[in-house]
């Protein structure tokens, strides 16, 4: 969440120096994705997908406090946080006005966000919360709300540690040999079942125990990053596909 208020505030250069976490799975998974599918291009351009990330995606709204914090969380062992419904809800809606040639890119990126959000380990930990202002209705332990900028905030520490590893150093750049084929309807399964896959590594467990250090970006490189980016090329694949098929249905019921 912290890279995406990142993003939020440098969000307006070329692709080329979108260097936030956020853009840069987009990115990368977005590359892979093309050379595997190259018709995939055809079906959304990168330029869009930025678009309404940052200054207008998810994070700048919660900045703003007009989202509720616990839409970018979910916690696997208590099943609270609404990241994934956030994913469906956006999912549907990019494939329902893609299918009547309405304005969709906006959903699929802010679709395409809560997918990072609710696959990174830092949105894995808290509770909801009755706010006492609306949006602050999650408690997480490791995010000082009062103070963003304190050491203690881990959260944040966490986040700001891998965007600066992707920045400066050998970042894992993915590639698709084969792509699972679901269909929309088991998309909330197979996130929360990536997020199990997550929770496992135990990367945000070994960072709060020892800190950040080189074995640990080594692990979110090689372990996290590339379960991010599969299952979102898996999630974009999957909207493509029924957009299509959705398009097709259309013109059968118009002849």
Known sequence: MNSGVVSSIFSFPPSRL???THSLI??????????????FEKFIKLKEIFKYDGAYGPDRLWMKGERATSESYYNPMNGQGGALKQIIRHYSEAKERMINNLPWAKDFTWMSHFV??????????????????K?????DPYFHR????????RHMIFEAMINGWQIFGRRFKPKFEELEKIRGEEVSEFIR???????????YEEFLERG??????????????PKIDYALGVVWWCLMRETAE????DKKLSV
């Open 193 to 203: 079942k990536t997020v199990d896959k997550v929770r496992a590594l135990g990367l």
């Open 246 to 249: 959705g398009k097709r249905d």
């Open 26 to 39: 987009y990115y990368d998974t977005y590359k892979a994705l093309v050379a595997r599918q190259p018709e």
């Open 18 to 20: 979108r260097w936030d």
């Open 146 to 153: 009062i103070n963003p900028a304190s050491l203690r905030n």
């Open 212 to 225: 950040f250090n080189r074995r640990l970006w080594h692990r979110v490189n090689e372990e996290l990053i």
């Open 116 to 133: 990072v959000d609710v696959l990174s380990p830092s949105h894995h930990f808290g509770h909801k919360i009755k706010p006492r202002k």
């Open 135 to 139: 949006y602050r209705d999650w408690e």
